[in-house]
């Protein structure tokens, strides 16, 4: 299954980027360049949607819309894909 979530990229003044998941609560990454931000990321929001699947019930947030997003000037929005494979009593 495919989870597409915005995040929000913002450089860092000693260097690097940080990101954030305005709909992850609390999923952030960073990264020495923009691509590393990206990747790292990604792989923070895998487990963060890995984890909540894992739940009972599983509360997966809406998506926001990019242009609803409120950024500073500098920030970069992109659209994080993941893809998660079910298995064991998951039907895709």
């Known amino acids: 299954m495919k989870f597409i979530y915005p ?8 260097g ?3 990101c954030y ?3 992850l609560e609390y999923c952030e990454a960073t990264g020495d360049t ?6 790292n990321a990604n792989e923070a929001a895998r487990t ?7 739940e009972d019930v599983p509360d997966l ?5 990019i242009s609803d ?3 500073r000037e500098g920030d970069i929005v992109r659209n ?5 494979r079910f298995y064991e009593g998951w039907d895709e």
């Open 80 to 84: 994080i894909s993941v893809n998660i």
């Open 34 to 39: 923009l691509d590393d931000a990206i990747d």
């Open 69 to 71: 997003i409120p950024v």
């Open 16 to 18: 690097g980027y940080k």
């Open 48 to 54: 963060w949607l890995t984890v909540e699947l894992e």
């Open 61 to 65: 947030p809406f998506v926001s819309d």
């Open 21 to 23: 998941f305005p709909d």
């Open 7 to 14: 995040a929000v990229f913002s450089k860092r003044e000693e």
